[in-house]
């Protein structure tokens, strides 16, 4: 397995090392929009960590409304999927049981606190 490098095409993926707190606070100060945002910023994070467009975040606004939130969860599973694939192949600890405890915690709508599990897990990832 390939493994990463902190830069691709010269950009240093140390930009995606996010402050949890500061993004955790923000979410809660707007009643949640924000994550909207930290959400779009995780998926841009894996497809350039994985190399690939795994994650839309068109698709995943429009699918998880239509379907009342149904694919939110879907995509916590994939995202956690996809930072066990990045662990991997950044020869980092994986944390092996992240997709099915995103998938658990999303049902029990702890959403915003898988965030800030899968951030702090890319975070481990992109350190300098």
Not at 59 to 72: D, K, M, N, P
């Amino acid at each position: 397995m390939p493994e990463i490098n902190v830069y691709a095409e010269g950009e240093a993926l140390s930009k995606y090392k996010l402050n949890i707190a500061a993004h955790l606070i923000l979410t809660l100060i707007t009643c949640g929009l924000y994550d909207i945002y930290w959400n779009f910023l995780q998926m841009e994070a894996c497809n350039k960590l994985l190399g690939k467009d795994e994650f839309s975040f068109w698709s995943w606004a429009i699918f998880s409304l239509l379907t009342c939130g149904l694919y939110h969860i879907y995509y916590q599973y994939q995202m956690g999927i996809a930072i066990t694939e990045i662990q991997q192949k950044a020869n980092k600890p994986v944390f092996e049981n992240l997709p099915i405890i995103s998938v658990f915690a999303t049902i029990f709508g702890l959403s915003v606190l898988v965030d800030c599990v899968h951030q702090h897990e890319i975070n481990k990832i992109v350190q300098d």
